[in-house]
């Protein structure tokens, strides 16, 4: 038998490609940027599977007219990108990679919660910028003041893997922990985060640092709305490293050029890359960083043999150990037979 064709929409660190070369006719798009659609479209109406990233986008239109289709793994926990409705539909299996990325992306979550409350960043260009020296005094008592977290609340909204792993964090910084989720954590899961469920809208009221944790769903677009904005404490901290698009992105420049926010974090953007002349990039009070939530070697490349295993599971006619679409084994088992 000829082995499946699989499509790979950039390359990945570490060697997982190579491993799935046994089992697959790997084909590799080479290029630093993302495939355009039209050519996605071309590689899957020919490929039995596919390698995709978050911004590839996997409409119903591409796997409805990719008949030899069979299985979607995702480089990626968030998979918002492709329509998982109709991939069950058709029979198509779609894997992610929870679990691998959680640590780093709490890390990242704290480094801009950290950078955000104590204006890192600003501070790094008054010195390299010669600014401090020409102020010509090594210390003030009022050189760029920030915020202190110790003691305060932190609001996390979306209490998955990641933000069970910010909130844990919180512990080490002597935070008080709030949090929202469509689902409430068993009693003694919130006892061992010493975390307190509340309703979205008093979390907005009571968080000193809000942090989202939630993926990109129809209800979650638009979440932190103007009205949610203009609700929140005064002088609060708002970082987001799970999608823009929860964000109303305008309406959160607005709460920071006014002061109503004190600063914000983010990793993540309606767009991106995010356009250089946006209004958030012309503040001070905002940490910017281009979607590097999972951005370390260790979990990069646990996440391309994650990637690898679930095709490897799947061409051995196994399920994947994190597939998706569940019900889609009801719809054709596990393999190419
Ligand atoms: C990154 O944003 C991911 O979903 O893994
Ligand atoms: C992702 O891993 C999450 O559940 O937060």
Redesign the pocket.
Known sequence: MAKPRLFVTRELPGNALKRLEEYYDVNLWEKYQAPPYEVLLEEARKSDALVTLLTDRVDCNLISSSPRLRIISQYA?GYDNIDIECATKHGVYVTNT??V??EA?AELTWALILAAARRIVEADRFVRSGEWYRTGTGWHPMMLLGTELYGKTLGVI?M?????AVARRAQGFGMKVIYYDKRRLPPEEEKKLNAQYVPLERLIEEADVITI?T?LTPETEGLINRERLARVKKGAILVNTARGKIVDLDALAEALREGRLRAAGLDVFPQEPLPPDHPITKLDNVVLAPHIGSATWETRTRMADLVAENLIAFYEGRVPPTLVNKDVVNVRPPGFG
């Not at 998955?160 to 069970?164: D, N, Q, Y």
Request: glycine share 28%; no cysteine; hydrophobic share 20%.
């Open positions: 926990v929870p679990g990325l959680t992306t979306g998955g893997r990641i933000g069970r944790h993926p």
